[in-house]
Every structure is written in C-alpha cells, then in structure tokens.
C-alpha cells in the first residue's frame, strides 16, 4: 500500500506511514507525484516525494543529544551517590553505547533527548533503523568525533543534514 502523501510503499498490516504519520488507506494514491530521491548519491529503491523527509537541522540535533548527555550523566551521578567510587571508562563507553543502540532499536529511532525534540532516526530508504544498522551508525560516532568533531559538523553543510554517522549507517533524522 502507498502512503497518499509521501507515495511510501508501506505493508499492508500498516495503519500509519512510517515517514510522514499519515493515515494510511486501502487504495488511496499519493496526492503528490513520486520521483526518486536522491541520497548519499545513490538512488533508493523505494520511489518517495521530495518531501518525504524532512530532515533536522544541526541545532535541533545538538539539543537532543545535549538532553541525552545530561540523562547519561545523571545515571552515573546516581551509580556515584549509591556508592560507587570510581567509574571505568570502559563502563562509561559500554554505557553509553547500550544507551543509543537500545534505544535506536527499541524506540522507533529515539532517545530521550530524540523524544523531546520530536525528531528520530530513520533509514534511507524511509524504514526502521535495525540493529545492525544502530551499532554501525553508533561506530560512527566514534569517527564523527574525530578532528574536532568534524564528523558532527558536516551536518551543518551536508544538503541531507547528514553526519558521517549518517552517512555510514545510511540514515537520516527526521521530524516526527
């Protein structure tokens, strides 16, 4: 079945289109015409209008993650007030990634901070981000933060707003 307005092609099992929210509809056609969209230089599989994905800007996304550090931080703050003397580095680094994969996988493609924002991870191709996709896009991370952050950064100039993360993963955040 095709959303009518953003022509995603969606399961029949769907009552709402993945992409846009749109209520989905036995035999109805997308009031727009689909073309193909172009991402990362490839074009996807899946035909979709132009604004099937209206993706987020660096801002709203520093602000999300902003809101996410500071729910991180407050669960180590509390592991220290219960009495924990000293956290390793590698359980803040194991932390942190179990934060966003389990979150990416089992939330739609939101976090806390995502949630708040009213914004969510999404693949190119306009599905669900899998978690082997949530674990690719967080190694990302790790790359993204090279060079002063440069990664991050490319968001700013990208024509997708898309992060190297982005990029790596293949997907993008878009409004919920």
Sequence with gaps: ?????????????????????AVLKKGEEPVEKSVEKEVQGQKSATKVSLSAFPTVKFGRRLVAYLIDFAVITLFFTFLVAA???????????????????????????????????????I??????ITPGKAILRYLGYIISSLGAF???????????????????????????
Aim: glycine fraction near 10%; proline fraction near 2%; charged fraction near 25%.
């Design 1 to 21: 079945m095709r959303c009518p307005v953003c022509g995603l092609e969606s399961e029949e099992k769907d009552l709402k289109c993945s992409v846009c929210g």
């Design 83 to 121: 009495g924990m003397k000293e956290i390793p580095d590698f359980l803040a680094q194991t932390g942190m990634a179990f934060y966003f994969i389990i979150l990416w996988v089992f939330w739609d493609g939101r976090t806390v901070g995502k949630k708040i924002m009213k914004i969510k991870i």
């Design 150 to 176: 440069l990664g991050f950064l490319w968001i700013i100039w990208d024509k997708n707003h898309q992060g190297w993360h982005d990029k790596i993963a293949k997907t993008l955040v878009v409004k919920e």
């Design 123 to 128: 693949t190119i191709e306009g599905k669900s």
